[in-house]
Each structure stands twice: as C-alpha cells, then as structure tokens.
C-alpha cells in the first residue's frame, strides 16, 4: 500500500512562493503518475498539475502555467510543487495523488488516481 504525505504549506504573502513536498512510503513512488490537486471549502477539487512515471511529461492548469513546476526524485520517493508568485486565489488545501497508470493527457481526471495524501493548507493573502 502506498502512503502519500504532503508538507510545506504555509501563509504567505502575494507574491511570494512555496515549496510543496509529497512524500511517499509503502512503495516506490517511480512506479506512479503524480497529480496535485487543490480544493477550496464549498468548491470542487481543482487539478492543477500532473507529472508522467520518469517525470518526461509535466501537465499544468491554465491557472498555474508559467508560475508553478511539478518535479519529482524517484530515488528520494518524492514529488514537489513550487509555487511561485503566489496570489489570494491560490489559497486552498493541496493534495498530491498517485495512479497506477502513467499520467498523460488525462493526469486531471481525479478518479484516475489511487491514492492520496492528507493535505496541506496554503493561504496567500494581500
């Protein structure tokens, strides 16, 4: 079984950036597409960035292209998030998640995904 554990949340102020690690343990983490996802209380869960098994294919959201980078270390078990030139509207509870299958053009669908961490707040203020 896999185990999926966020850290690095935080408040910040706009324009400012964070780090966002998923750590995993169970299981190799090479063997998963990664996905992060986001979720706003009395909102649906937004998918805002995905990475394939060898980290050779990144997928983004329009409303983080160009500022935030999905990677990943498969020798350290770990998917990131940097976030940068963050704003107000960025703030939610981040989730990574995992899939069995290879994340590709489908990495928003978050039914495709087995596992999930438990979250991480991120608040961005003005």
């Known amino acids: 079984q896999l185990q999926l554990v966020e850290s690095g949340g935080g408040s910040v102020q706009s324009g400012d950036s964070l780090r966002l690690a998923c750590v995993a343990s169970?299981?190799?983490?090479?063997?998963?597409?990664i996905g992060w996802f986001r979720q706003v209380p009395g909102k649906e869960r937004e998918a805002i960035s995905g990475i394939s098994k060898s980290a050779g294919g990144t997928y983004y959201a329009d409303s983080v292209k160009g500022r935030f980078i999905i990677s990943r270390d498969n020798v350290k078990n770990t998917a990131y998030l940097q976030m940068n030139a963050l704003k107000p509207e960025d703030t939610a509870v981040y989730y990574c998640a995992a899939r069995g299958g290879d994340s590709g053009s489908n990495w928003y669908y978050s039914y495709e995904y087995d596992y999930w961490g438990q979250g991480t707040q991120v608040t961005v203020s003005s």
């Open positions: 169970g299981r190799r983490l090479a063997y998963y597409g």
